[in-house]
């Protein structure tokens, strides 16, 4: 899965030259958290609403005139986060994701050949996965991959000796430290198939069909 599938291509930026009460007015006029900095056509850094509030008084209370003033002169280029942490289009999904996680942001610009192309922010990500496990009229089979399945057939393998397509699988590590999968497909099999899971050695925890679901649903 590549970045530049789920990216937000029109994004709204903002110039190193605006003053923050200006940016933070049009942060709440458009309800939006962060914004790439530009220089012209060139991205030289990343502003989010906590830069702003950090940076503007909060009340006429909280500092003298002086400082006040000064303050509130303040341009997002004495704000903004510097050198941000890029993408580029043809990056991986779970590679960006990984990098919001470790250097814990919520976005992250998109740049190709030094244009800005876009942007990905978390939101994004959880779309993009909430997606790929949702099954639509499939059925979606979680199950954990235990010692005793290591030496066995690969899940995908089973399902596809039984007529199955294959539409997505993942897997990750439970709190507990135990792989755990989640595998959505299409097939009629669904009885065979945690029988077959369950004989290799996984442990089928749960089996969704919104298939069932559709049936039932009446006619227009």
Request: proline share 5%; charged share 25%.
């Amino acid at each position: 899965m590549l970045v530049r599938h789920f990216m937000t291509r029109q994004v709204q930026t903002v110039k190193e030259t605006m003053l923050c009460r200006e940016a933070l007015v049009l942060f709440q006029a458009q309800n939006f958290r962060r914004a790439p900095v530009m220089r012209g056509e060139t991205l030289i850094g990343m502003v989010a609403l906590a830069d702003l509030l950090r940076i503007l008084p909060n009340s006429v209370d909280d500092m003298d005139r002086r400082t006040r003033i000064t303050k509130e002169k303040s341009l997002v280029a004495q704000a903004m986060t510097t050198k941000p942490v890029t993408l580029g289009p043809d990056d991986h999904l779970e590679d960006a994701a990984r990098l919001m996680l470790v250097h814990k942001i919520g976005a992250l610009p998109v740049v190709h050949d030094g244009k800005l192309e876009g942007l990905l922010t978390e939101s994004d990500i959880f779309r993009a996965f909430v997606g790929m496990t949702t099954p639509h009229g499939e059925l979606r089979v979680t199950f954990t991959l235990t010692n005793s399945a290591q030496d066995g057939p690969d899940p995908i393998l089973v399902a596809l000796r039984l007529g199955f397509r294959v539409r997505s699988y993942l897997v990750h590590s439970s709190p507990g430290g135990e792989d755990m999968a989640v595998m959505r497909l299409r097939g009629r099999k669904k009885q065979e198939l945690v029988t077959a899971l369950g004989q290799v050695g996984y442990s089928v925890i749960e089996v969704q069909d919104t298939r069932e679901t559709q049936d039932r649903r009446p006619a227009a």
